[in-house]
């Protein structure tokens, strides 16, 4: 099986934080993995799919990243998003995605 994602995905040692925001409600999650695209995390929080959330992270000694997310898929309490498109987005993500791969906090995940 291949692969057909754009963008990779970074799996963390210590998953960081999420907070969460959707239907009026905060809650909060752990990331379980990141591209530039969107998302994978785990909450307690039940979240709808095709459903737009706010999302809130910091991966490691980033800038707070503030972004909105689509629910794309569910399986139990891990949620898959796709970010909402825009330059800002991708510029916030991007930085601090090389930075924790060069401190060895996290990994690049693969499908083989």
């Known amino acids: 099986m291949q692969d057909q994602r754009r963008h990779q995905r970074i799996r963390f040692g210590v998953p960081p934080s999420v907070k969460i925001g959707f239907g009026g409600a905060v809650g909060e999650g752990l990331i379980e993995n990141l591209s ?5 995390l785990r909450s307690a929080m039940t979240l709808e799919i095709g459903r737009l959330t706010g999302c809130e992270f910091s991966i490691f000694s980033s800038p707070l990243i503030d972004v909105p997310v689509t629910v794309v898929s569910q399986v ?3 949620y898959g998003g796709r ?3 825009g ?3 991708q510029i916030a993500i991007d930085d601090p995605l090389d930075a924790v ?3 060895a906090h996290a ?4 499908v083989h």
């Open 36 to 40: 530039l695209s969107g998302l994978m």
């Open 76 to 78: 139990g309490d891990l």
């Open 101 to 103: 791969l060069t401190t």
């Open 87 to 89: 330059p800002i987005n």
């Open 83 to 85: 970010f909402q498109t």
């Open 107 to 110: 990994s690049t995940l693969s």
